[in-house]
């Protein structure tokens, strides 16, 4: 499913039109990106949970030279899938 889709989707259900459905989900992707820049976490029950994980510093190896290389710190999105999600997709 893209982005376009779930607009289509929330204005159909909702009798909503294409620009109000879209402020919705913009509205909900910023919330969610606020919320990570603060190093919070977003759990959606039945769903699953977001958070920013912390990664350190390490010593790479470029695959294609061999060379060794620095990589920096880092934080990256993570999702852990929800207990009930997880049932319904293994059916």
Not at 3 to 19: F, G
Request: net charge positive.
């Amino acid at each position: 499913m893209k982005k376009s889709d779930l607009v289509t989707a929330l204005a159909e259900k909702k009798n909503l039109t294409e620009k109000q459905a879209t402020e919705i989900v913009d509205l909900m992707f910023k919330g969610f990106i606020n919320e990570f820049k603060n190093g919070g976490r977003i759990e959606i029950r039945g769903f699953g949970s977001f958070c920013v994980r912390e990664y350190k510093a390490y010593k790479g190896r470029n695959p294609r030279t061999g060379d060794a290389v620095n990589v920096k710190p880092k934080r990256s999105p993570f999702f852990k899938v929800g207990r009930e999600l997880k049932k319904m997709v293994d059916g």
